[in-house]
């Protein structure tokens, strides 16, 4: 950041008093920029046995499957931007959203919430960031293919939860995700 987005002037990179980090804060109209971590959110749709999973038509990771998921908007809750990325990536709707897994990756500012659902029907076709969406039964996951560790841990989870049909909320150590990266 350059310049304050309320008046314009240059900012200075310090700690303003009584923090204690570096903020980019205007000199000038005494405006405190934060930067804070980004959301993702998204979804688990399930139909039956399988699972929907969305080719990546963009980058990073453009070719591999990810479950439809992306940046929170302001303005809408976690299930409105999770079932919105799920319309504009798989334009699927789903309802019984249930919050699932949580992954904080700090590394990059980023945390990620995905919800299971259940997809309201067989309506479903690549959107503007997919290349093709599909169903998957659990043996035919492209698990070597997968676009982020956050997407296999959850899909991991959820293949091993639904043995027992005990689908608790999973927060997971950034260490889980690093172990599942290296797997694939």
């Known amino acids: 950041m350059k310049f304050c987005s309320q008046c314009a002037s240059p900012v200075e990179h310090r700690i303003p008093e009584g923090d204690n980090r570096l903020r980019f804060v205007c000199p000038q109209c005494q405006t405190i920029h934060n930067q804070n971590p ?11 046995e399988q699972v929907l999973l969305c080719r990546r038509a963009i980058e990073p990771r453009r070719g591999f499957w990810t479950l439809p998921a992306g940046f929170m908007e302001n303005g809408e809750t976690l299930e409105q931007a999770a079932a919105r990325e799920t319309l504009e990536e798989a334009c699927a709707r789903v309802h019984g959203m249930q919050l699932y897994t949580l992954f904080d990756l700090p590394h990059i500012n980023q945390v990620y919430m995905l919800f299971r659902a259940e997809l309201a029907d067989l309506d479903f076709a690549a959107g503007e960031e997919s ?14 293919e997968l676009a982020f560790p956050t997407i296999g841990r959850t899909l991991e989870c959820y293949f091993a939860d639904r043995a027992t049909q005990h689908f608790p909320v999973r927060n997971e150590p950034l260490a889980a995700l690093r172990a599942h990266h290296k797997k694939a």
Not at 38 to 48: D, E, K, S, T
Request: charged share 20%; hydrophobic share 50%.
């Open 131 to 144: 290349l093709e969406v599909r169903l998957f039964d659990e043996q035919q996951i492209p698990w070597s």
């Open 38 to 48: 980004r959301i993702i959110a998204g979804c688990l749709p399930v139909w039956g």
